[in-house]
């Protein structure tokens, strides 16, 4: 296979799930509408519980809105990453995933291909949330977007791996839907979204140790240092290993030859 050929599969896969968003509004506008109500409505209530204002980690003084701006970024990638798994599950129900799965090309190809695609859509919602936040005096440093574009390509595809992953373990769709569940809150309640680290230590020693092994406190370390134009060395390295991982698994997860090799076994 050409490297022109991996190309117009890669762009074909984008552009399949670009329709499908545009043709999915009310997804679009979920997306924001659970992180704008944290912006707007209950970042008063834990401002008022924390303090006017916080120390994060450089050491600047910010209102409580702008220090949970990373978490909400990161919940719209999480929610973003499960919601594209889903569509997986859909898609396998359909038949439609067939479609895509018996191309020639390598199977990791494609089911990355899928990732990146929507991981482009959730940084598109993100930098939407961002533009409504900025009239709620949420705003960073101009060269703080530029490096969030690399901080939320990166821990949205891992995200969306471990999406994946479930997805290719959980056969039918209703299952799915409660599983998303069971793993959506526990990680975004357990991480620094909300609090930060220093204040979950001094609360509970278990709960930080719980935060520190939690792969999503680290994406919302590296957004929050990225947007200040600084970069969280050891959560990089966190949600890389992380997203090899769940990569790893969600490969692993779709290949065809696991089946067979049940079906075998069952005979």
């Not at 120390?55 to 990638?77: A, D, H, W």
């Not at 039918?172 to 998303?180: C, P, R």
């Not at 935060?211 to 959560?235: C, D, K, W």
Request: with cysteine; hydrophobic share 55%.
């Amino acid at each position: 296979m050409s490297m022109i050929q991996y190309f117009r599969c890669f762009v074909g896969i984008i552009q399949r799930e670009a329709l499908r968003f545009l043709q999915q509004q009310g997804r679009f506008f979920a997306a924001l509408v659970r992180p704008l109500v944290w912006l707007f409505i209950f970042a008063a209530g834990f401002r008022s519980i924390l303090g006017v204002s916080i120390v994060p980690p450089y050491e600047t003084y910010v209102m409580y809105e702008v220090y949970i701006t990373p978490g909400l970024l990161g919940m719209i990638q999480l929610f973003n990453g499960m919601q594209s798994s889903l569509s997986m599950v859909y898609d396998r129900e359909m038949g439609s995933m067939k479609t895509l799965l018996i191309s020639p090309l390598p199977r990791w190809f494609l089911l990355t291909s899928k990732l990146c695609a929507g991981v482009l859509i959730s940084i598109l919602q993100s930098f939407v949330y961002l533009l409504i936040a900025w009239f709620w005096e949420v705003e960073a440093p101009l060269f703080g977007y530029l490096v969030l574009i690399p901080a939320l390509f990166l821990s949205g595809l891992m995200l969306g791996s471990l999406g994946l992953f479930f997805s290719s373990v959980i056969k039918q769709l209703e299952n799915f839907a409660g599983v998303m569940n069971f793993v959506i809150f526990p990680m975004f309640f357990t991480s620094s979204a909300l609090y930060p680290l220093w204040r979950i230590k001094e609360s509970s020693i278990l709960l930080y140790n719980i935060a520190m092994y939690n792969p999503f406190t680290h994406v919302v370390e590296l957004i929050r240092f990225a947007l200040y134009g600084q970069v969280n060395y050891y959560s990089l390295a966190y949600v890389s290993i992380a997203c090899a991982v769940f990569l790893s698994l969600a490969i692993w997860g779709y290949d065809p030859t696991r089946g067979t090799l049940a079906r075998l076994k069952g005979n």
